[in-house]
């Protein structure tokens, strides 16, 4: 299993161009989520997705869009990138098994929006 | 709403000892999940111990255990015999089994120095 995986994972931006962040997961899991990490404020939650065809906001949904169209699959897509928006990305998958509810991380974008 | 404090920005602590990491949590909801998370510099994040709010024992796994007190809705990490790669940040966080179930909510960190 290869787990969770995005790309790119470096991205240098001009301030309203558009881009897709691409994740994807081998697990089968039904859960996926988008997070943003910015210094001293952990993880931010944008989107999530309960299931294919299923998605919705979190904490922070301004700017991004995602769609779910296979179990497999979660772009997040930023549609007019802004400085604001220069941030490490990190996708997650979530298995419910009991007692261990535990989501898998990616390894994260690093993006930069000049 | 749900809400994760972690007061510590920052911890050292001496190889070989035990170290505490604070968090103090949020919720109307009866049944929620609390979990840590350590981020080394490589920037991955690393699951590393879960307790659930009805859980009657302290969870532990290997040398991580949580030192849940729900009266307090306190989460505390607790590592012991602490090692060099333990040096990292390290995130507490939450979801609400009932509520909010498909949202996790995380604290703002702490990062851990580990002196030789």
């Known amino acids: 299993n290869a787990g969770v995986t995005q790309t790119p994972k470096f991205q240098v931006l001009k301030t309203g161009q558009s881009m897709t962040l691409q994740c994807a997961q081998d697990?089968?899991?039904?859960?996926m989520s988008w997070y943003r990490q910015d210094p001293g404020m952990g993880l931010r939650l944008i989107h999530y997705?309960?299931?294919?065809?299923?998605?919705d906001q979190g904490e922070v949904p301004n700017g991004y869009n995602v769609s779910r169209s296979t179990t497999e699959d979660f772009p997040l897509r930023l549609l007019s990138a802004a400085p604001s928006q220069t941030s490490v990305y990190f996708c997650?998958?979530?298995?419910?098994?009991?007692?261990?509810?535990?989501?898998?991380f990616g390894p994260g974008t690093r993006l930069l929006v000049l | 709403a749900q809400k994760i404090t972690q007061t510590q920005p920052g911890m050292f602590v001496q190889e070989k000892e035990a170290v505490t990491l604070d968090c103090t949590y949020d919720?109307?909801?009866?049944?929620?999940?609390l979990f840590w998370y350590k981020q080394p510099s490589s920037g991955e994040m690393i699951f590393l111990i879960y307790?659930?709010?009805?859980?009657?024992q302290n969870a532990t796994e290997g040398r991580y255990s949580l030192n849940f007190q729900k009266a307090r809705k306190s989460a505390n990490l607790v590592i012991s015999a602490s090692q060099l790669g333990d040096s990292a940040m390290y995130f507490c966080?939450?979801?609400?089994?009932?509520?909010?179930?498909?949202?996790?909510?995380f604290g703002a960190g702490t990062r851990l120095f580990v002196k030789a």
């Open positions: 997650a998958s979530r298995v419910n098994s009991g007692r261990q509810e535990t989501q898998y």
């Open positions: 697990m089968n899991h039904e859960y």
């Open positions: 997705s309960v299931g294919a065809g299923i998605t």
């Open positions: 919720t109307s909801d009866p049944s929620y999940g």
């Open positions: 307790q659930g709010s009805y859980d009657q």
């Open positions: 966080a939450m979801r609400d089994l009932n509520t909010g179930g498909f949202k996790t909510i």
